[in-house]
């Protein structure tokens, strides 16, 4: 992995968080904490895309996100978001074209990386699924950092 891409954006992972911790600070309206945190993502690491999917019935449903049009709806086991809904785990994939059963809702996405995101009972209510335009652009390390982001979101909903 070419480490002048990873080592920049690690080091503002720490300035992420805090800018989200302060904006959803005192905030009780999750539209707009939701809103903020996925601007946040986006801008401060310029990924192509960053989004949330909404868990409604059996599949999942477009929320809110930012970059190009993207996929309304995804059947659970279905691409890299509907595989981390039905595991209930995060997955890195370093090679979308590599990964079986990938939808590709823009063919620029060439990285990415899916977080669930839980409700108090276990259950999974979102999908945070982010999109680089980049090759190998996720690992561990991102896998590790963003999870402090979807720590923040679940103490929100």
Not at 40 to 50: D, E, G, Q
Not at 81 to 101: L, P, T, Y
Request: net charge negative; with cysteine.
């Amino acid at each position: 992995m070419n480490n002048s891409i990873i080592e920049p954006r690690l080091r503002n992972y720490p300035e992420l968080i805090s800018q989200v911790n302060a904006l959803t600070d005192g905030e009780t309206n999750l539209f707009a904490n939701l809103g903020n945190i996925i601007a946040c993502l986006k801008f401060s690491m310029n990924w192509f895309w960053v989004g949330l999917y909404k868990v409604e019935n059996d599949e999942l449903v477009l929320f809110m996100f930012q970059g190009p049009h993207a996929c309304t709806r995804i059947k659970k086991g279905k691409g890299v978001c509907g595989a981390a809904w039905e595991r209930n785990k995060s997955i890195v994939v370093e090679d979308v074209n590599q990964f079986d059963g990938h939808i590709a809702c823009n063919s620029a996405s060439k990285s990415e990386i899916v977080l669930p995101i839980k409700n108090d009972l276990g259950e999974v209510v979102y999908i945070l699924d982010i999109d680089s335009d980049k090759l190998n652009d996720f690992d561990g390390e991102d896998e590790k950092e963003l999870q402090k982001i979807v720590a923040i979101i679940e103490g929100l909903i």
